[in-house]
């Protein structure tokens, strides 16, 4: 339609204009699990034109294409060497870059994010591959003072944990918007939007932060039991805060990885509509990331951030000065296709949003200012012929 052509005309002009600074859309299909063992297979990939066919029940195809794409038979080591080392080059210059990991339960996110904690080091999810390749990296360029530190936080029912904190629990009151630990979102003028009270652990080697992430998934186990609550309906964000000095000045950048929430809900209330008593269930932050990607795909002024805790604090990542990317996971079978062809659907949205806002906003308003000039411009000579 007109209106998507001038979308991606707008979209194009603007990203040769700025150097091409674009958001990476990713698609890893795993492999068929065992409990999947009688189901058909209904996803296939062509990996060198970064295509994605879907077969729907009655067979009908449908093909999408994203900036990579990976089947099944890829390696943790294929995704982190061609999606995530260069953004780790990027952190490794200033910039800060966020990873997000999208799909319904079981679709792979945390086996792409973290891997395996216990196995060996070719099951290792893109956390340590980065943080190994920042440490070697950051020496390499001769900075100095290098420090490296790492906190891990928790969204559930819009409500903040610190796994890193062993005493922190979230508010066990339903109704009250306080919570029972001291952690808070304020807006820091640096940073952006921060989660004030979280702890910052220092991080010197990849060990040292996979037993302090299963220390945290330990108490994110316990406190889960305790509560009652599901671990498919929280966001997990783990960031690596990275300070070091480049000819005296000194720089922080952050690489956080967000592991998200089941992404069923979403997907049951496009297809059938949700009962009244779902959609009170159903994962605010989760809903409110759709709709803020949906407002900057449609390039509108009003960009519902702080409709939930994970946009407000992520603000910086959907539209502010940040290089972002989103894995989408997938699982190839058809017992998933409903699940697997929303997650396809967000996925393109995400790529047709986020290339825009990678802009930082006052490059934003510059091209907005421009094509106002050049439209009053326009205006005048009609007026005048
Ligand atoms: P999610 O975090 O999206 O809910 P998981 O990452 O826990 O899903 O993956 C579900 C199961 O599938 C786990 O047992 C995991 O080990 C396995 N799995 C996921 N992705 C892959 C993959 N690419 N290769 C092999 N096993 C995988
Ligand atoms: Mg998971």
């Known amino acids: ?91 490794c210059r200033g910039m ?7 799909g319904q339960t079981g679709a792979g996110k945390t086996f792409t994010m973290r891997g395996d904690l216990s196995s060996n080091e070719n099951q290792h999810g893109i956390i340590q591959r980065s943080l190994s390749h920042l440490l070697r990296r950051l020496h390499e360029h001769e900075y100095t003072d290098i420090k490296v530190k790492c906190s891990f936080l928790e969204i559930y029912n819009e409500e903040l944990e610190d796994l890193f904190d062993a005493k922190s629990k979230p508010s066990t009151r339903k109704r009250s918007t ?38 945290a998934e330990a108490k994110a186990r316990y406190s889960e039991t305790k509560m009652n609550k599901l671990s498919n309906r929280a966001h997990r964000i783990f960031t690596l805060i990275v300070d070091f000095k480049r000819y005296e000045k000194p720089v922080q950048a952050t690489l956080t990885f967000v592991d ?3 992404s069923e809900d979403i997907s049951k209330s496009g297809a059938t509509g949700l009962t009244a008593r779902e ?68 996925a393109e949205r995400a790529m047709e949003a986020l290339n825009i806002s990678q802009l930082p906003r006052w490059k934003q308003d510059e091209i907005m200012i421009d094509g106002l ?13």
Do not use: W
């Not at 800060?96 to 999208?102: D, E, G, K, L, S």
């Not at 921060?194 to 060990?207: D, H």
């Open 1 to 91: 339609t007109r209106h998507v052509d001038q979308r991606v005309q707008a979209r194009n002009s603007a990203l040769n204009a700025f150097g091409g600074v674009k958001v990476d859309v990713f698609v890893r299909v795993r492999p068929r699990l065992e409990l999947e063992s009688g189901q058909e297979e209904c996803v296939s990939v062509d990996p060198e034109e970064n295509t994605l066919e879907l077969r729907d029940p009655a067979g009908n195809p449908a093909t999408y294409t994203y900036d990579k794409v990976y089947g099944p038979s890829s390696s943790q080591s294929d995704v982190y060497d061609d999606c995530v080392s260069p953004i780790v080059e990027q952190v």
């Open 96 to 102: 800060n870059c966020c990873i997000f990991a999208y």
């Open 178 to 215: 306080r919570t029972t630990n001291n952690l808070v979102l304020v807006d820091d003028e640096k940073r952006g939007c921060v989660c004030k009270g979280l702890k910052e652990m220092a991080v010197e080697s990849v060990p040292q932060v996979m037993s302090l992430l299963e220390a």
């Open 260 to 262: 998200l929430a089941g």
């Open 279 to 346: 959609a009170s269930h159903i994962n605010k932050s989760l809903l409110t990331l759709g709709r803020v990607i949906n407002a900057l795909a449609c390039n509108e002024r009003h960009i519902p951030y702080r409709d939930s805790k994970l946009t407000r604090l992520l603000s910086e990542a959907l539209g502010g000065v940040c290089k972002t990317s989103f894995i989408a996971c997938v699982s190839p079978c058809s017992g998933s296709n409903t699940e697997t062809s929303s997650t396809l659907r967000y």
């Open 373 to 385: 000039t050049r439209r009053v411009q326009q205006l005048v000579d009609d007026l005048e012929s």
